[in-house]
């Protein structure tokens, strides 16, 4: 059985309306994962918020649980792990450097295609020669940096907002936005055949 971990920063809002989401959908395909979520910014022990609960509930999906401090054993147990925005991959990778290659975030996962992919790794390995070259007191070629410009503007964001302290109607998107990906997220899964 596939394990998922969903993070964001406090575990209160997109995490666990993400794995509520998950949990729901995958029962309704009868899909078997085991699912959890966890904040990289927050303490064990807090409720989801307000407007996230009422978000879910709106949708008859049921969330029971507290927020989860992101640590080892959380990062060890999951298969693979999708993150709400690029911050929380970097953080997440940066401390659990042995988790780069199950974590993504997770419009990442579930939108990227082979074009989008090689843009990525193209734009990943002239950010890395521009750090080097930094480093060495050098200087980047204006193609490169025009280059660089021209990737960044056609890799789509791959983000999920942080509806934090905005009106329900920003939690309800947002939860739209986490259903949509999530049901890509189920497709992949079922044709891998993972989860069954």
């Not at 660089?148 to 905005?166: H, Q, S, T, W, Y």
Request: glycine share 6%.
């Amino acid at each position: 059985m596939k394990r998922i971990l969903f993070v964001c920063t406090g575990n209160t809002c997109r995490s666990p309306m993400a794995e509520a989401i998950m949990r729901d959908r995958a029962a309704s395909r009868s899909i078997s994962l085991e699912i959890r979520s966890a904040g990289v910014s927050t303490v064990d022990g807090l409720p989801i918020s307000a407007h996230a609960a009422e978000t879910l509930k709106r949708k008859r999906v049921a969330h029971e649980g507290v927020s989860r401090a992101l640590g080892k054993p959380s990062v060890e147990w999951a298969d693979l792990i999708l993150t709400m925005t690029s911050a929380h991959k970097r953080s997440l990778i940066a401390r659990f450097p042995e988790a780069l290659e199950k974590t993504h975030t997770l419009m990442e996962y579930t939108a990227l295609n082979a074009n989008t992919a090689a843009d990525l790794e193209e734009l990943e390995r002239l950010y890395t020669e521009w750090q080097m070259k930094q480093a060495l007191g050098q200087q980047m070629a204006a193609a490169e940096r025009t280059r660089m410009l021209e990737l960044e503007k056609r890799i789509p964001n791959f983000d999920v907002a942080d509806p934090f302290g905005g009106p329900l109607p920003v939690y309800e998107s947002c939860a739209a936005e986490i259903e949509a990906a999530v049901d890509k997220l189920l497709d992949k899964l079922g044709e891998a055949g993972d989860g069954r």
